[in-house]
Structures are given as C-alpha cells and as structure tokens.
C-alpha cells in the first residue's frame, strides 16, 4: 500500500509539474505575442489648452548623462513638445556628474525657470539639499522615465514623478527566455545598481523567472556603469566558461551589449543577447548579427513628450501624471528593418504619439 501510494503521489506531483511548466510557457508565448503589436496612443488626462497654460513659463531639463544617447533621445523629445506648444526649453550637458546636476540646479533658478526635470535615472537622493533649495525659491522639481510605476516610491522631495513601467519590460524578458527555449532557461542578468531603474528591471527578470519557470536558472552580476568596460567582458566571459549550458545574457540596459558580444564569442558560447532600450547601434548589431535576439524598446521621442505632458499639467495645475503611457515594443529580427539603415530611437513604432498628443494639447 505505501509503495502504491507512493507511485500515485509520484505521478500526480509529475503531473502536476509539468501542468505548471506548460502554464508558465503558454503564459510567456502570450505576453510577447502583447508586447509585438505596434504601440498605440492612450492619454495620459484629460485635453487641455497647453499653449494658453504655459505662457510665460519655462522648463529645464537635466538628464542623467548626455554620454548615454537614451538621455540625448528623450530630450530631444522633450524639445520637440516644447516647440510645439511654443515655451522656452533648455536641456543641461551631464556627464553622469553630481556636481554638474548641482550647476544645473543652480542655473535654472538663477535664471527663472519653473520646473527642472531630472529626466532619463538621474537619483534625485544624489542632490537632495539643492532641491530642496530650488523648491524653497518656487521652482518644481520633477523626474521623468527614473522610478518604476507600480513597486518604487518617488522621494517626497519631489513636486512630481512620470514614472515607466519597468516591471512589464523585465517580464517581457523574462518570457521571451521562457518561450523561447520551451522553459529551459539559463541566463545570467547583468545591471549597474546605482542606476534607479536597475532593481525594479533586474528583479522583474528574475521574479518572472521564479513563478513561470521554476527550474529556470539565472544569476545577477553587479556591473557599475564606470566598470562597464573593464569588468563586462571578463565577468560575462568566465561565467560561460565556466558554465557552457548558459543560453541567455540579459542585460538590463542594452548598451551593455557592446562588452557582452565580444565575451560570447570569446567563450565560444551560444548564448543570445535580450535586453532593453531600443538603443540604435544594438538595433543594428540585431539586423547585421546573430547575438542579439530581442530587445524591448519603447519610442524615445514618446517618452519626451509624455515627460513634458506630465510637467505641463503639474505646472498649469491640471492634474498629476503618475505614469508615462509609453508602451514597450519588441523588436526581433522579422521587424528590426522598421528601425531605419542606421537604427534611430523613433522609428519603427509608428507615430500615434505626435497626433495623440497634439490632439490632447489643443494644437490641432
């Protein structure tokens, strides 16, 4: 009787495992199948005259780094909202420097601006006493495309924060692998954890990993944006080494993939680059290459006129922006030609946006 028992506990346990992997796979196959539908356009609020409520006013904007071309990108959306509404824009040079968060800090209020955007993972916590400052003088502080919508808090330091849905993209990752491989993952997620987005990204991947994956195996490797390259390569290159059944390389930033690519091929691995962004000379490697595979993107000239919607409302007082609505769009080597021959950080997801928002704000 005990052995019999044993047998049924045996297959029933069997049975329903690979019930749960099944679901897990079934689950991954239908939120990429979501996220390969071209982006459409929701608003974020209610219509408003924009040109009306922001004259006389002005906004600043200081991005995390103006090295990393993701942060060129969205303020180039944002100036292009702010020519079309018609105010004064003016985007400060970073170089992933403290002290030159601070000079910008210092410059707006000196020179009258309104609202300083800290755009792009710039961590207010950095400069928290010259915020509070500027705030003392009546100029609102804001972030854009920094804290994730559903499991970070912005500081209460802040007047306002347009937050992205990190979480879905680390998912999106993460079920990618799943589907892919059939749930047999082995991947190691790789990030720079002083950057704000990293953790909501990074534990997003492995969560994901752990509820529709069980058997999944996945390692993270710390990698500070100054050590990226010197430590990507050697760090990405021992790990293959020493475990040849990797099949994935997730970085949560895809810029990383330059340092990544050439430790695969040094380890004669097989594994496969997914990551995130949409950054164009990663888009070009997917189109001319085989590494990368995936990669989640969102319109960077989007994110820029969702971040100077939010600012917008905040200062004509027409209510608080939580959340961007940017949709995330994957990109494979089927659609990757949609990105233009250079890739660019806007082309390939439709343009709903520019008559979205132009219809929201009253200019047309």
Not at 136 to 159: E, I, M, N, R, S
């Amino acid at each position: 009787m005990k052995t019999v028992l044993g047998g049924c506990a045996g297959a029933l346990l069997i049975a329903l495992t690979g019930t749960a992997h099944a679901d897990g796979v079934a689950a991954a196959k239908a939120l990429v199948e979501k996220y390969s539908k071209l982006p459409t356009f929701e608003a974020p609020g209610d219509a408003f005259d924009a040109k009306a409520c922001m004259q006389g006013k002005k906004i600043f904007v200081i991005p995390l780094t103006n090295a990393n071309p993701f942060n060129v990108a969205i303020s180039g959306g944002m100036e292009q909202a702010a020519k079309m509404v018609g105010f004064p824009l003016k985007s400060w040079e970073t170089q992933l420097s403290p002290d030159q968060w601070t000079q910008g800090i210092n410059k707006a209020v000196q020179e009258g601006y309104n609202l300083i955007d800290l755009q792009g993972g710039l961590p207010p916590e950095f400069i928290a006493p010259q915020i509070a400052e500027a705030r003392g003088k009546g100029v609102k502080v804001t972030t854009t495309h920094d804290y994730d919508a559903t499991t970070q808090k912005a500081p209460d330091f802040l007047d306002g924060s347009a937050n992205s849905d990190y979480v879905t993209v680390g998912n999106v990752i993460a079920a990618w692998t799943i589907a892919k491989t059939g749930g047999k993952v082995n991947a190691i997620v790789l990030g720079p954890d002083e950057i704000t987005p990293t953790t909501p990204l990074k534990n997003a991947i492995m969560d994901y990993l752990k509820a529709n994956c069980p058997d999944c195996k996945v390692k993270y490797i710390n990698t500070p944006v100054t050590e990226w390259a010197t430590k990507i390569q050697p760090a990405v290159q021992s790990a293959l080494l020493a475990d040849p059944t990797i099949n994935y390389v997730l970085p949560v930033y895809d810029s990383m993939s330059q340092f990544i690519a050439p430790a695969i091929q040094g380890a004669g691995s097989k594994a496969k680059i997914v990551s995130y962004n949409g950054t164009p000379f990663v888009l070009d490697m997917m189109r001319d290459g085989d590494l990368v595979e995936m990669n989640v993107g969102e319109s960077l000239g989007w994110v820029g006129m969702a971040g100077i919607d939010a600012d917008m409302r905040l200062l004509c007082g027409k209510g608080t922006v939580t959340k961007l609505n940017t949709p995330a769009y994957i990109f494979t080597k089927e659609n990757v030609a949609t990105a233009g021959k250079p890739a660019t950080f806007n082309d390939g997801y439709g343009d709903a946006h520019v008559a979205g928002f132009k219809k929201l704000w009253g200019l047309q």
